[in-house]
Every structure is written in structure tokens, then in C-alpha cells.
């Protein structure tokens, strides 16, 4: 039931409130992107709030009271959504986006022998009976297919055939954007596992290494403010992007700190692995003498990875999405979060499987006890594999033509001001 809640609120929200704001509207357009700032404002601060005030309830006033806070929270939540229903902007698009999809690659595979007309006006441009096109695209280059017989698995409109040309120009970079998150969920893991060997004192307080996960959360709700009030009008006035910069440029810069979060924690556990032996510790799983917050670089580094690569690929997909399929392309994006920590799981198993040598047959992050681990070499591992993934994404990203313009439009620069002085 969790998985089937939040995976209809995950795909559907973003959906909506970008549906709020028009694309031919260049001060909505400035506010979507602003919006999209405010989401994951909002979802850091939802978290940072259930670390804090449901972890205190939930250990002082019982897991009941906490159950019931929660459940509270979210018909709380529904109550606000469902008021909003008057003033919606609802996109209600007719039929299925994959059954046009698909309608289109059967119709290309039936016609792959046909030619295509010298003029692009010949083209079907007709709506098939009973479908209501919310948005109708001019023909692109590329992925051609040629339109003579009728019926909707044989003729496709020029709307029908764009949409799943866009679909297709996506794949290098949702294959791209998986491998580039492949570490994020691993790094979260083994940070946590790293935090329970060592000292975690502040004072007279111990801290549980699960509450460390504050940190990121906190410092990536402040990094959202300060990037979308003073990063982006500054980047805005420079580059005359809508959003400072492109949403893939905003992606690339959180593949390289992703980088730059595997390269901290090998450092670290380089440094925690050598006070161990140091100290004799091999056979203990706690009391390492060595300050837990040491894991706040690659915590922070991680901070800037959801800043920049988690909002701008939620952008990215919704944006280049059509009208009919935004709902579609947010569900890629999770998708893609998905996917990358599946294959993250599978990273694991075959590190291990290929690492077990010697007389202890042990792989590098194999049993219980990390102090007998290789972790360090396991994220230079990581560390490597997200060079190469980083490099592939940029020749995709390169390569990539976005399908609207990201630059703010010419006689717009007063209606910017305007947007920036109300919010």
C-alpha cells in the first residue's frame, strides 16, 4: 500500500503543479522553474521534520503516537491539496500516452519500407476520431515514419509520432542518468554502517549515526533557498538562461560532486581503517577513535547532489515532456532513482563475488565487520565508475537539442524583474 501511495504521489505532483504555470508565458516560465525549487524545498523539509519531530516521538512517546502523528500529517496534506481543486489547471489529456507510443512503433515497423513525401505538409496532421490532442507538435528531423494507410495502429498523427521521437531522443540520457546516481544510495548505506564504529559523542550527547542524515537534509534545505533567491538571478543576468543554467548543465555539476562524495569517503575510510589498525581494533565493531563527524564532507557533498542533479532532472523530464505525457515523464525520473539503486545492489554482489581472494575468502564489503572491510577501495571503485559515467553524460548532454528554448525571451527582462521583486 506505501509503495502504491507514493508512487502515484511521486509521479502525479510535480505533474501538477507544473501544469499551474503556462510555457508560452515568459514570467511563468521563470516562476515553473522557481516551482520546481520549491518541491524539493518542500520534500527536504518534510524529511528534516520527520528526522527531528517523529524520531523524538516515536522513542519518548511510543511508535503508536508517532504512527498516528504520521497518518494525521497526510490527511492533513490531502485536505490542503483537495482545496485547491476550484483553482487547478487541469491538463486532461485522452487515451493513453504509452498506447500512443506504441501505436507509433507499430505503425514505423509496418511502414519501414515506405518512402517519405518531399514536402512535410503532406503529413497527417488530422486527430484520430475520439482523442483530444492537448498539444500539437510540428515534425522534426529524425526517426522518420511515413503516413499513407488509415487506422490509429497504421496512421499516426505528426502530434502522435513528436511525442514518441521526444520519448526516443531521451533514452542516452535516462541510460546516462542512471549510471550517474548508481552511487548516491550506496554511499548512504556504508556512511551509516561507517558511523557506527566510530565515536559518536558531541559532548556529553551520543548521536545515533541514523540522525547524521540530518545533516545533508538540513544543509540541502538551505542550499535550495540561497541557490533559488541568489544563485539563479545571478546566473540568470550572465547567461540569460530561464534557469540560470541548462537543466542538464545543473545535472552534470551534481554527477561531479557525487564524485567528489565517493572520493571524500575513500579518504575517510582510508583514515578510519588506519586508526583501526593502529589501535588494534580488527575484531571490534565499535569505539574506533574517531570523531563521527568526520562524514559530514561526504554528507554535504551529497547535500549538493540533490540541489542540483535531483531537481534538475525532475525539471529536465517534465519539461521536455510534452502536454500528454508529463505524468510519464516524472515517472521516468523516479525511475530513474529506481533503476540506479537496483543496479547499486548489483555493484555490490558482483564487487564481492570478484574481490573474495586469500585465506579469508572475504569480498571487500562482505560480513558484519567493517573493521575487516575494504570499503576504501570499494569507493575508490565507486569513485572510478562515476568518472566514466560523468564523461558519458556530458557527450549525451552535448549532443542533446533541447525542445523549447531555455533562454529568456527578448522584451522579457522587465517581466523577470517583476517575477523577482513579488517573491
Known sequence: MLALGDGCVRASSPSLGADQFDGEDPVEVIERTSFFNSYAFGISLGGLIGLILLVWIQNNKGWDIGFGVSALSVLLSVLVVASGFPCYR?????????????????????????????NPEDLNKTPQNGTNEVE????????????????????????????????????????????????????????????????????????????????????????????????????????????????????????????????????????????????????????????????????????????????????????????????????????????????????????NKASRHGTSGRGWIEGNNLNKSHLDYFYWLLCFMQILALLNFIFWARRYTYRQNLHIQEGNLQSQSRVMAAI
Not at 507499430?106 to 517519405?116: E, G, I, Q
Request: aromatic content about 8%; glycine content about 8%; proline content about 4%.
Open 90 to 118: 487541469n491538463q486532461i489529456p485522452d487515451g493513453s500516452p504509452l498506447a500512443r507510443t506504441l501505436q507509433v512503433l507499430v505503425a514505423a515497423f509496418r511502414k519501414r519500407n515506405a518512402s517519405m513525401p518531399e
Open 136 to 351: 500539437v507538435l510540428s515534425h522534426t528531423q529524425g526517426f522518420k515514419q511515413h503516413e499513407s494507410d488509415i487506422g490509429p495502429w497504421s496512421l499516426s498523427t505528426v502530434t502522435q509520432v513528436e511525442e514518441t521521437k521526444i520519448v526516443l531522443r531521451m533514452i542516452p540520457i535516462i541510460i546516462s542518468s542512471i549510471l550517474g546516481n548508481i552511487p548516491n544510495g550506496l554511499i548512504l548505506s556504508f556512511t551509516v554502517q561507517q558511523g557506527t564504529t566510530m565515536d559518536t559523542r558531541l559532548g556529553k550527547i551520543r548521536i545515533s549515526p541514523a540522525n547524521l542524515f540530518v545533516i545533508p537534509i538540513f544543509f540541502q534545505t538551505v542550499m535550495l533557498l540561497v541557490y533559488d533567491r541568489s544563485i539563479v538571478p545571478f546566473l540568470r543576468r550572465i547567461t540569460g538562461y530561464t534557469g540560470g543554467i541548462t537543466h542538464l548543465q545543473r545535472v552534470a555539476i551534481g554527477f561531479l560532486f557525487v564524485g567528489f562524495a565517493t572520493c571524500a569517503a575513500a579518504v575517510i575510510e582510508n583514515r578510519r581503517m588506519k586508526i583501526v589498525e593502529e589501535n588494534g581494533l580488527q575484531n571490534m565493531t565499535t569505539g574506533v577513535p574517531m570523531s563521527v563527524f568526520w562524514l559530514m564532507v561526504q554528507y554535504c557533498c551529497l547535500g549538493v547532489v540533490d540541489v542540483t542533479s535531483f531537481v534538475g532532472l525532475l525539471e529536465f523530464f517534465n519539461s521536455e515532456a510534452p502536454r500528454g505525457m508529463k505524468s510519464i515523464g516524472t515517472a521516468i525520473f523516479w525511475c530513474v532513482l529506481g533503476l540506479a539503486a537496483f543496479l547499486g545492489s548489483i555493484t555490490v554482489e558482483l564487487t
